[in-house]
């Protein structure tokens, strides 16, 4: 199965931008259904947003809708996440997590198999 790489977390001010990669190896991303979480200090990992082989998009609802985006590059067997706007409250670990396609987009954590290592993001005020 594939095996995931996240990149770009970094250290920004309150209404900056970043952008994260998930990068796939050991295989094809292209079946698989694709989605960002994160994972606060103290708290429950969480899912911000999810994509689907075709491109379809599926992002959870507040905090996050109309900040991040996320896209894959089926050719470069990468995923990402652009997020805007970036205030302290989205300090936290971030990871890519990958599902075998079935048609279903979910964001619930128990539905993934295949996580990478996390990637933090720290947005200081």
């Known amino acids: 199965q594939v095996q995931l790489t996240e990149s770009g977390g970094n250290s920004v001010q309150a209404g900056g931008s970043l952008r994260l990669s998930c990068v796939a190896s050991?295989?094809?991303?292209?079946?698989?259904?694709m989605a960002w979480f994160r994972q606060a200090p103290g708290q429950g990992r969480k899912g911000l947003a999810g994509i689907a082989p075709d491109g379809d998009t599926m992002v959870a609802t507040d905090p996050v809708k109309g900040r991040f985006t996320i896209t894959r590059d089926n050719a470069k067997n990468t995923v990402y996440l652009e997020m805007n706007s970036l205030g302290p409250e989205d300090t936290a670990m971030y990871f890519c997590?990958?599902?075998?396609?079935?048609?279903?987009?979910?964001?619930?954590?128990?539905?993934?198999?295949?996580w990478g290592q996390g990637t933090q993001v720290t947005v200081s005020s």
């Open positions: 050991k295989g094809p991303l292209s079946g698989y259904y």
């Open positions: 997590a990958a599902r075998a396609w079935d048609a279903r987009m979910t964001l619930r954590e128990s539905e993934y198999s295949i």
